[in-house]
């Protein structure tokens, strides 16, 4: 990236905090209940966006090959709590299951890109992998909850035309295959939208980024290409790899369909009916 | 022969873990027919899921010829021990892709698939020989729905046929039909053990008569009806 960037100076951020008073207004204004949270969250936001500059920059500084791996860990450890939270109507724990699905892909997505097309040196140069194993946990995220969501939900919807297969010889994976088909396609779709919206609706947030930081926008657009088709493709192994692990939990040993009603606390965004959280992750 | 012993169930209900059934035994030989009577809830319909293995059970054996459950694979014993549901479940298409369905699967990949002429055989003895095996099920009224499901688990023969319930809320024509095929079923060989609400029709040679999960064995005599 060449130099172009105008840097923001503590009292121009600060500024900034104008935004922050201008939503807090509506939403006491018209009182939705909110407002609170959304303080905190603001809150949350700005110290955390922070930190990260910081600590991103001491980790270039740092220039080790095992601190980017650790950091990728780390990363993917927060991605599967994520996950593990919103996928409800599953017995036990996902967690160990997701994580290591999603550092799998992290991994194999990130190196392909930074190693096969990039190719960036040293391996590990934390400007390119970082940023971009980010992006890949990110999508995969999403595309693995709504995926695993999607198919618990269809499972339970199916559950008498899966029972009445069972009765008649047939596998867990023959039972549950049109519902993982249907989750896997629920986890693609937004991904395939993205696609054919990226470039007229909105210019991607990472192509955005390096136009900001200078780079003339041709230059930009390789890169936009090589990470919306890095993400289609993490999504896609992802929700394929945790769908194919997961969807046996709801059956027994001999293969019946456990019906399964979860009494579990809402969490604290299901009480206050706040969104779920979008994931920032630049395209 | 179709062994049952000593079954026991435990589910988990609203107020924790009960007994569903409890130490139930019964045993069946070839051409007999078992009803199985007794009130809603009483673990009848828990009963015959375990048998096929379809819910858990928490003790017991199960013994086909004298060989266990555990000699089999849970999906080659229940297409020995085949159950057919009380709401008939279809899957969206024609009868014929219904009736065929089971050879979509791996367990009937070395198994000869029916022949036409059988599966029109079989239309006929279910009194659907007016209509066409390309029909949408969609477009099939109850009766003649659970007539095609009744038929799907006949036709991938099956040593015992567990019934739960399933004319329970059917016409009368389907009723007979599938009272009919069932007789047939047992005078070629097969072993049936069936719930019933409805009143006997006399088939039945034992009534395994439930009551809040544990259940008693009793013989039926000739001529005998029960409601």
């Known amino acids: 990236m060449t130099s172009g960037v105008i840097p923001i100076a503590p009292w121009q951020l600060a500024f900034a905090s104008v935004f922050v008073v201008a939503a807090l207004c509506i939403m006491v204004v018209m009182k939705l209940g909110i407002a609170r949270q959304y303080a905190w969250a603001a809150l949350r936001g700005f110290v955390q966006v922070l930190i990260l500059g910081y600590a991103l920059s001491w980790l270039f500084h740092l220039d080790s090959g095992l601190m980017v791996i650790a950091v990728l860990l780390f990363m993917s450890g927060v991605a599967s709590l994520t996950v593990a939270k919103r996928v409800s109507n599953v017995p036990g724990s996902i967690y160990p299951i997701i994580f290591t699905v999603l550092f799998f892909i992290c991994l194999l997505i990130t190196f392909t890109v930074t190693g096969l097309i990039v190719r960036v040196k040293p391996w590990y140069l934390p400007q390119y992998v970082i940023p971009i194993g980010g992006m890949v946990l990110g999508n995969s995220m999403t595309g693995i909850a709504i995926a695993l969501e999607r198919l618990f939900k269809d499972m339970d919807a199916r559950e008498d035309e899966m029972r009445g297969m069972i009765a008649l010889g047939a596998t867990p994976k023959e039972a549950a295959m049109p519902s993982i088909r249907s989750a896997l396609r629920a986890g693609l779709i937004p991904n395939i939208n993205t696609l054919a919206a990226v470039g007229i609706v909105f210019i991607p947030g990472m192509m955005s980024g390096q136009i900001l930081a200078g780079t003339a926008p041709y230059k930009a657009a390789p890169y936009q290409i090589v990470i919306l088709l890095m993400v289609s493709a993490a999504d896609a192994i992802g929700s394929a790899l945790a769908t194919r692990m997961l969807y046996r939990r709801r059956f027994n040993a001999e293969g019946a369909f456990i019906p399964f009603a979860p009494k579990k606390k809402p969490s604290f965004r299901e009480k206050f009916s706040l969104p779920q959280k979008k994931n920032d992750n630049g395209h | ?227």
Not at chain 2, 153 to 172: N, Q, S
């Open chain 2, 1 to 227: 022969m179709f062994e049952c012993e000593h079954i026991s169930v435990e589910l988990v209900g609203d107020k924790g873990a009960f007994r569903a059934v409890s130490d139930v035994s019964v045993c069946a030989q070839e051409c007999e027919i078992v009803d199985i009577v007794g009130p809603s809830g009483a673990g009848k319909s828990t009963f015959l899921h375990a048998l096929a293995l379809l819910i858990e059970r928490t003790s017991g054996t199960l013994k086909l010829d004298d060989k266990g459950a555990e000699s089999f694979s849970p999906q080659e014993w229940r297409k020995l021990v085949a159950l057919v549901q009380q709401k008939p479940v279809l899957l969206e298409g024609t009868i014929e892709d219904n009736l065929r369905f089971p050879w979509s699967l791996k367990l009937y990949k070395n198994i000869q698939p029916p022949s036409a002429a059988e599966l029109d055989a079989l239309m006929n003895r279910a009194g659907l020989h007016d209509i066409a095996l390309t029909r949408l099920v969609s477009q099939l009224s109850v009766g003649q729905q659970a007539r095609v499901a009744f038929m799907r688990t006949l036709i991938t023969h099956p040593r015992i046929l567990l019934l739960d319930e399933v004319d329970a809320a059917l016409d009368a024509q389907s009723t007979r039909f599938i009272g009919e095929l069932t007789s047939d079923f047992a005078r070629e060989g097969g072993i049936v053990l069936r719930i019933r609400h409805k009143l006997d029709d006399n088939r039945a040679a034992k009534r395994l008569v439930f009551n809040a999960g544990v259940a008693h064995l009793e013989m039926i005599e000739r001529g005998e009806t029960r409601d």
